[in-house]
């Protein structure tokens, strides 16, 4: 039985008729006759009795209906579920950020606005959020703006800027500005090679000159 002739036989076990099954499906008279009959021959069965312009549902009809029902009940979710995702009402979002200021409250307002998906969230450096998302590994991810290559679809976020944070205390305390000078002669916290971050650090006072026991290498802004 084809989708086509279910839905036929649906119809005119709905309308009581083959005539008002036709006009519920918008279809003409002899289509639904032609389909119906087509299960009938295909299984030698009567699935109505026709009496007059009437149609009325046999023994073997009657047990038909509620599969054909539960049939159609289950094409109607699951066109109701591509409609839910197609609308992001509903699904799983799979998404990443080089940084997480800022991101959270990004996630925070999908999850306000479309209560239904569900969120996974992913912290890297911008190349390996880049690689997951051209490997399918994630749906969508924040990178810096050298890493948005031509691969992909690009909109700017924020303006993220390097910052020395330094104690009260320190003689940097009541400085207006710090010279590239002064930065290299302290021991320098830098995130792992390929991070936007580090690259922007090292363009800006030279990193790979640095003695080794003057950088201090970590993987994650953890601390």
Known sequence: MTPAQARAFLAVAMEGSFTAG?????????????????IERQYKIELFHRAGRGACLTSAGSALLPIVRRMFASFDEATAYLHDVRGLRQGHLRVGS?????????????????????????????????SRILNYELDVAVVAREDAGVSFHALPVASVVLVVISPKRSAWARRASISVKDLR???????????????AFDQLIGTPGLPANQVVQIGSREE
């Not at 002669?185 to 690259?199: A, F, K, L, N």
């Open 98 to 130: 080089y940084t997480p200021h800022g991101f959270m409250t990004l996630v925070a307002r999908h999850k306000k606005r479309f209560p239904a998906t569900s969120i996974s969230v992913e912290f890297a450096n911008s190349r390996l959020l880049a």
């Open 22 to 38: 036709a006009k519920r499906l918008n279809v003409s008279q002899p289509t639904v006759t032609s389909q119906v009959l087509s």
């Open 185 to 199: 002669q302290q021991v320098v916290v830098v995130r792992e090679p390929g991070s936007s971050s580090r690259r």
